[in-house]
């Protein structure tokens, strides 16, 4: 792999468990600049005009290829915003992994924000994979604000499977979903925050289209006195389904709020949601301590369970 | 019953089940004026000084009385605001009758906005009854604003039943309520729209001491071309527990939000939200027309039975 540090690697490995340069298309973007890239016959890859992002073209028909495109930071100060797009020609079934990895041991806060959007055709399948991870022993924040816009055509679908488990200091997550007939959705987000960590998570859905559905699931766990706030929004506009769930778990001096929101703008749409936030269960604890871990090893194992 | 006609008569009926002067307690006030008072040993009822409400004394350790405080408003045109406060002694035992109708026949709007304010002594129960009717074929709109606040000290317990089954136009309910260690409220609302009605329905509930506990259920339906909003926040702020749930059924053109918030400031809080919008399920019509009853009917008989 070309152009990259040690620290960068494993970087690498934590975003997009990549030991090595991925199979198919790819671009990797390290500090700023592009350090590798490769497109296959079906799968185009080529940086914006005004050097902004990068545009994806997949087309039609194509099947059971995968893009991947990490980002990796590992100077200190540096503020980039990304602008990358997708589009999903008809009928093509593929794989799509970003994510993002900065690594920050200097004074200044580095931040990545990554504009993605995404254009599904006809009866088209995407699995999107997204990873934020940071570390460092800096006093420079790592800061990380994904925009994500999905656009789905008539009986498309896509998977969305977003995670931030370590180390981002401030993240301000906006997902927004446009959805025609017949289209689905299901996102599952997995978000963990520690130490004095924020994060806020919104996302807006439009189910516009007859027989559209979109299920938004999320996971959170928030640590230390971290503080995470949660915001769905489904708009029932045709004869769908949507459903959100979060499901949350607080420990030591965190603090998290859901605020989801379903709106029924027609009578054949059916809408549901669903909260809870807690702690671990007292018993759940007692019962891994009985097998022999300590109660910070018993709470960890929870929590990983929890996340998986 | 004293100073009141055939139209308030019936408005009483529909908002206090009354046929004639209630036993106890009771403050009846018709157009704006008192129409009839009645104090007991142990529940006082008195005028504010600069004649903006009452206040109602109710002495500790007094059981199984009751306080009606029926207001009815048969005049188009008439704006009024009215300020309620109940003193709730401690280990009182007491069932609270509130409620408003207004018949507007003419051209000009009718609004009673009525803000009531209960203060709970500690060990102290009340079940409030709340129910709002509107009525008149007048182009003049039926509106009420209703503010409820409600202070619970030490393991107090509320149970607040709010009623707007019809004619009411425009509403923006707002309750608030501050609980104190082990109190406890329970808050069942339903809530029926239809025509070109608006309402909007807030909660904010503060568990502010340990093992207090809230619930707070909502039913609604919104018909013909109604628009509602629910919005429910619960804030744990101790060892508590918190609970919200809105079911609404949707019909003709309506539109409904629900936007709830549960946030948790302690690790040992524990909240739980859950909303659903949907149309009536059409095997249910289906089973009730098989027994003889037209679709509408059977929507009737449906609707009935989920806001009962």
Request: glycine content about 10%; aromatic content about 4%.
């Amino acid at each position: 792999m070309a152009k990259i540090d040690e620290i960068q690697k494993r970087l690498l490995e934590e975003v997009a468990d990549l030991h090595d340069v991925p199979e198919g298309a790819y671009n990797l973007r390290a500090n700023g600049q592009t350090a590798g890239r490769n497109t296959t016959a079906n799968i185009d890859i080529t940086s914006k005009d005004d050097g902004t992002g990068i545009d994806i073209h997949i087309k039609p028909g194509t099947k059971h290829e995968s893009v991947h495109i990490p980002v990796v930071l590992s100077e200190s100060g540096l503020t980039e915003v990304v602008y990358n797009d997708f589009y999903i020609g008809d009928d093509a079934d593929v794989v799509i992994v970003a994510g993002c990895g900065i690594s920050n041991c200097g004074q200044q806060d580095s931040r990545h924000d990554g504009i993605h959007r995404f254009y599904l055709g006809k009866n088209s399948k995407v699995k999107y994979v997204e990873k934020h991870y940071g570390e460092g022993d800096g006093n420079g924040k790592r800061i990380m604000n994904p925009g994500t816009e999905v656009y789905l055509e008539e009986n498309s679908y896509m998977e969305m499977e977003m995670v931030q488990i370590k180390g981002v200091d401030s993240t301000n997550r906006n997902t927004k979903a446009e959805l025609s007939a017949g289209a689905k959705l299901v996102i599952q987000e997995r978000l963990m925050t520690h130490g004095a960590q924020e994060a806020v998570s919104g996302f807006v859905v439009n189910l516009n289209g007859d027989d559209s559905s979109a299920n938004v699931i999320s996971r959170a766990v928030a640590r230390d006195d971290s503080r995470q706030t949660f915001l769905a929004e489904i708009n029932g506009n045709s004869r769908c389904a949507g459903h959100s769930e979060c499901d949350a778990i607080i420990m030591d001096h965190a603090n998290i709020s859901a605020i989801p929101k379903i709106t029924a703008n027609n009578t054949d749409a059916a809408l549901i949601h669903e909260a809870a936030i807690g702690k671990i269960a007292g018993d759940q604890i007692i019962k891994l301590m009985t097998l022999g871990l300590s109660e910070a090893e018993a709470e960890a194992q929870i929590v990983n369970g929890f996340l998986k």
